[in-house]
């Protein structure tokens, strides 16, 4: 194991948006088997503290690889496209006034069934985003779109978790 490889070579995945998650989980339990550092405790402390330093690589790749989002992030920075999310937030005007309506009936929603027809809306929203992102990354090698669509997809995330929140508050 070479602590170097990129994400998907540690795991011996192809470098794709498109993974299987259950392969993703496999290959991240057969990798914690092997450097376990209680695997390597009759070695000497040196040795168990290589095994953790290759433990906490792998636990890293692993929350990367296994969020899609943070997997098209990481695709898109392998491809030169960092994600820059704090400098950069610039979107199409059609997404921020979907953003503006989306704020606008969550602030408007007053039962829990409103808040719930709009957490349906932001999973379809969600979905088709993810479908774009894998089309742009996979199909078309445009990691300048994808990165432009990680952006987007950040802002649906923190929106839908507002929603999901104000669903709980409605709920209890």
Same mark, same amino acid.
């Given at each position: 194991? #070479? ?6 070579e ?8 498109a ?9 991240w ?12 405790a009759?070695e000497?402390? %040196? ?8 433990a906490v690589?792998? #636990? ?11 997997r098209?992030a990481?695709l898109?920075e392998l ?7 704090? #400098? #950069? =937030?610039a979107?199409?005007? %059609? ?15 007053t =039962? ?19 479908a ?6 996979d199909?078309?090698?445009?990691? %300048? ?28």
């Amino acid at each position: 194991m #070479n602590l170097t490889s990129d994400d998907f070579e540690l795991f011996g995945l192809p470098r794709r948006f498109a993974q299987d998650r259950a392969a993703i989980d496999a290959r991240w339990r057969a990798l914690q088997a092997e450097v376990h550092p209680d695997r390597f405790a009759a070695e000497g402390a %040196a040795a168990q503290r290589v095994a953790v330093q290759y433990a906490v690589r792998v #636990n890293e790749a692993y929350q990367r690889l296994k969020d899609p989002l943070r997997r098209a992030a990481y695709l898109c920075e392998l491809a030169g496209q960092p994600i820059d999310a704090e #400098n #950069n =937030t610039a979107m199409p005007g %059609a997404f921020l006034m979907q953003q503006m309506a989306w704020r606008e009936a969550l602030d408007e929603a007053t =039962t829990a069934q409103h808040v719930q027809a709009l957490a349906d809306e932001v999973d379809e929203a969600r979905s088709g985003a993810l479908a774009a992102l894998g089309t742009a990354l996979d199909d078309r090698q445009d990691a %300048a779109a994808a990165a432009q669509q990680v952006r987007a997809l950040m802002f649906v995330e923190r929106f839908a978790a507002d929603v999901d929140r104000r669903l709980e508050a409605l709920e209890s």
